[in-house]
């Protein structure tokens, strides 16, 4: 079993930005492939980036060269490092892992999920 726990999540300009962080229970955290996820009112719930276990990243391609996922396995701690943040990234974002190094988009693929953080970029 994994839990999650977001934070991070705030109110920004729009060129902003914020750092998301997602913390996990579990002492094989590092076999874990982590993404996070962003639902906008009225959207579905989209994967913004991901992390696998073996290091690999993805990033929609609206967030490229915007947004940095990283993991430090030591802390049990996955990252998302917003910058340029626009208000069209407004959304509750949620961390979620599956095990494996496979990074899939659909969040049925995700085994475990965090209560979400709510990120409100105005502009």
């Known amino acids: 079993q994994v839990q999650l726990v977001e934070s991070g999540g705030g109110l920004v300009q729009a060129g902003g930005s914020l750092r998301l962080s997602c913390a996990a229970s579990?002492?094989?955290?590092?076999?874990?492939?982590v993404g996070w996820f962003r639902q906008a009112p009225g959207k579905e719930r989209e994967l913004v980036a991901a992390v696998s276990s073996d290091g690999s990243t993805y990033y929609v391609d609206s967030v490229k060269g915007r947004f940095t996922i990283s993991r430090d396995n030591a802390k049990n701690t996955v990252y998302l490092q917003m910058n340029s943040l626009r208000p069209e990234d407004t959304a509750v974002y949620y961390c979620a892992a599956r095990v494996g190094r496979l990074i899939l988009d659909r969040h049925a693929e995700y085994n475990y999920w965090g209560q979400g953080t709510q990120v409100t970029v105005s502009s």
């Open positions: 579990g002492r094989t955290f590092s076999t874990y492939t």
